[in-house]
């Protein structure tokens, strides 16, 4: 009876482990695209390295005292859990709802410690990244208040991939690997692939690139500190997508939005103000009054964000109401914004 106990319990454990093998490579290829994680998830994969290559490293860190700094971390890492096997998946499943359990348990910490890897090096090539995003891509025209609060999300964000997604793969890597059930952790890395590969696909297949948080927030912040020179850059941006689409219809697609070198030529000119990863984040539609046609080019909105837009119907007339848009524009920009192949 006790046989069988286990037996099932083993089973739902790893059916439990499949599920979560299956779903997390597409958050976290979906996380990635729109927040700079990459730096947090290198670094717990040359951990993993080094725990399931444990012998050949330690002798290389033996023998190289270079290697033995570099992979100091990455040691700490493996020889903690060669001493504390992995608790049940359950627990790491649910850290983020366990928060104050991992702040306040002095064994809790240390074992996150291992994950976020806050040493002086990282530290300080953090903040070198940041100071050069900062002059390069925020500077003049947006303050250091606005990056601060830009920079601080990207942390919280990674600090919770760590917590709700990384750990849970990691440590599940160290207990199969550890019970030596090879097909196992085979069949989890498999369906880990799979999934990343569908996640890459899908967001390969969109007609835009996806635009990062950093980029979006810069968007808005541009927008509205320069004021005419940003409605400036919009009109020369449609003007430029009017010379191509007036001998060239082709770059229509049937939900309105405008693509090819109608758009990229709209893309051109609003470099003139905005950034360059900016102005990729706008994007083209064009729709009807009448028989008229109207071209919008647009910022789509989030939740609780009013749409940056400007449009042009007949005469080139500027359209700056959305309520003088044509009927159901702002759902079909929306749409056409989010539209995959």
């Excluded at 005292?65 to 992979?71: E, G, M």
């Amino acid at each position: 009876m006790a046989g069988v106990k286990r037996a099932l319990v083993s089973l739902v454990d790893y059916s439990a482990r499949l599920a979560f093998f299956a779903v997390a490579p597409l958050l976290i290829v979906r996380l990635a695209a729109i927040f700079p994680v990459t730096g947090a998830l290198l670094t717990i994969g040359a951990a993993l390295v080094v725990f399931l290559f444990a012998e050949a490293f330690r002798g290389l860190a033996a023998r190289f005292p270079i290697a033995r700094t570099l992979l100091r971390g990455q040691l700490a890492f493996e020889a903690y859990y060669r001493a504390h096997p992995p608790r049940p998946f359950v627990f790491y499943a649910a850290s983020p709802l366990l928060l104050p359990y991992w702040l306040w348990v002095r064994e809790a910490r240390r074992e996150l410690w291992l994950y976020k890897g806050y040493t002086v090096f990282g530290v300080a090539c953090l903040a070198g990244v940041a100071t050069s995003q900062y002059f390069s891509a925020w500077r003049p025209d947006l303050g250091v208040g606005d990056f601060a609060w830009v920079l601080a999300l990207q942390l919280v964000v990674e600090t919770l991939l760590v917590f709700a997604l990384v750990m849970p793969i990691t440590t599940t890597i160290v207990h199969f690997h550890g019970l030596r059930a090879r097909k196992r952790l085979g069949a989890l890395l498999l369906v880990a692939v799979a999934s990343s590969a569908a996640a890459v696909y899908q967001i390969e297949s969109r007609r835009d690139p996806v635009v990062s948080y950093s980029t979006r927030e810069r968007v808005r912040l541009r927008t509205k500190a320069g004021g005419k020179a940003a409605r400036s850059a919009q009109h020369a941006a449609l003007a430029a997508a009017w010379e191509v689409l007036s001998h060239d219809t082709d770059d229509v697609d049937r939900d309105g939005k405008v693509m090819g070198e109608a758009l990229d030529a709209a893309h051109r000119a609003l470099r003139a103000y905005y950034k360059e990863d900016e102005a990729f984040a706008f994007d083209l539609w064009q729709g009807h009054v009448g028989k008229s046609p109207v071209l919008v080019v647009y910022f789509e909105a989030r939740r609780g964000r009013a749409p940056i837009f400007l449009a042009e119907g007949r005469g080139r007339k500027e359209i700056s109401d959305p309520r003088a848009l044509p009927k159901g524009a702002l759902a079909a920009m929306k749409h056409a914004a989010d539209g995959i192949y």
